[in-house]
C-alpha cells in the first residue's frame, strides 16, 4: 500500500511539473487581438490548468496555475499585478472544472465542466479586476482615467471602469476560456493516456529486481 502510494506520488508530481513547464511556456506566446486594449493579451497557458485539473483533481489544476505565475514573475512587466490577475482567474478555472468533473469522469461531464469553469471565469473576472486589479493598476501606472483612455481608444462606449469591464474584460475572458475548454477537450484524452503510460513506466522502474508486481 505504502509503495503504491509513493508511486502515485511521483506520478502526480512528474505531471504537475510537466504541465506546468508547458503552461510557462504557453504564457510567454502571449498576443494581442484586435478591438480590445493593447495591454489585454491572449494566451493558451490555461490550458495545462484545465488538463492538469482533470488528470490530478481541482488542487492539482490550482496549484500548476500558482508555478506558472510565480515562474512568471521573474520577468514580470506588471508589477506581479498581471501575475496575481492571471491566478486568481486560473484558480477559479481549473478549481470549478476540477470540481465538477472528479465526481464523474466523463466526456459529457468534461464538456459541461470545461464550460461551467468558462463562465464562471469570466464572472469572477467582473469583481476581481473592478475591486483588486485595475485599483492597483491605477496607483502604480497613473491613474483610472489613463487606463480608460485606453479602452475609449478602441470602444468610446467603455468610458467608466464598470462599462469597460463589462463590454471589453468580461467577453474577452469568456472566449479565451471556451477557447482554451474546446482545445483541451481535443487533447485531453491522447494525453491521458501518455500519463497513464508514464505511470506504467514508473510503476515498473520502482519494483526492485526479482519481485513480481503485485497482480503478476
Same mark, same amino acid.
Not at 504537475?16 to 494566451?43: C, N, R
Not at 500558482?66 to 492571471?86: D, R, Y
Not at 503510460?197 to 522502474?205: D, E, P, Q, T, V
Given at each position: 500500500? #505504502? ?9 502526480k508530481l ?29 494566451d493558451f ?7 492538469g ?11 500548476? =496555475?500558482l ?10 512587466q506588471?508589477?506581479?499585478v ?8 486560473g484558480?477559479?478555472?481549473?478549481? =470549478? ?12 461531464? #468534461? ?24 485599483p ?21 462606449a ?21 477557447? =482554451? ?32 508486481e503485485?497482480?503478476?
Amino acid at each position: 500500500m #505504502a509503495q503504491t502510494k509513493k508511486r502515485s506520488n511521483v506520478t502526480k508530481l512528474v505531471i504537475t511539473a510537466m504541465l506546468s513547464a508547458v503552461a510557462v511556456v504557453l504564457q510567454y506566446l502571449e498576443f494581442g487581438v484586435p478591438f480590445v486594449p493593447s495591454f489585454l493579451k491572449f494566451d493558451f497557458s490555461d490550458i495545462p490548468e484545465l488538463i492538469g485539473a482533470f488528470i490530478l483533481g481541482p488542487v492539482g489544476g490550482v496549484l500548476i =496555475c500558482l508555478i506558472k505565475n510565480l515562474i512568471h514573475m521573474l520577468v514580470s512587466q506588471s508589477g506581479f499585478v498581471g501575475e496575481l490577475s492571471n491566478f486568481i482567474l486560473g484558480a477559479a478555472f481549473a478549481l =470549478c472544472a476540477g470540481l465538477i468533473y472528479r465526481n464523474r469522469k466523463t466526456k459529457k461531464t #468534461a464538456a459541461v465542466a470545461c464550460v461551467a469553469a468558462a463562465f464562471t471565469m469570466a464572472l469572477v473576472s467582473l469583481p476581481s479586476n473592478y475591486f483588486l486589479i485595475y485599483p492597483i493598476y491605477a496607483k502604480l501606472f497613473g491613474g483610472m482615467e489613463l487606463i480608460l483612455g485606453l479602452y475609449t481608444a478602441v470602444i468610446p462606449a467603455a468610458n467608466t471602469l464598470w462599462k469597460a469591464l463589462l463590454i471589453v474584460n468580461v467577453p474577452f475572458t469568456l472566449v479565451k476560456a471556451l477557447l =482554451c475548454a474546446g482545445v483541451t477537450m481535443l487533447v485531453y484524452k491522447p494525453l491521458s493516456r501518455v500519463f497513464d503510460k508514464l505511470n506504467a513506466g514508473l510503476s515498473r522502474k520502482s519494483v526492485p529486481k526479482g519481485t513480481a508486481e503485485p497482480g503478476k
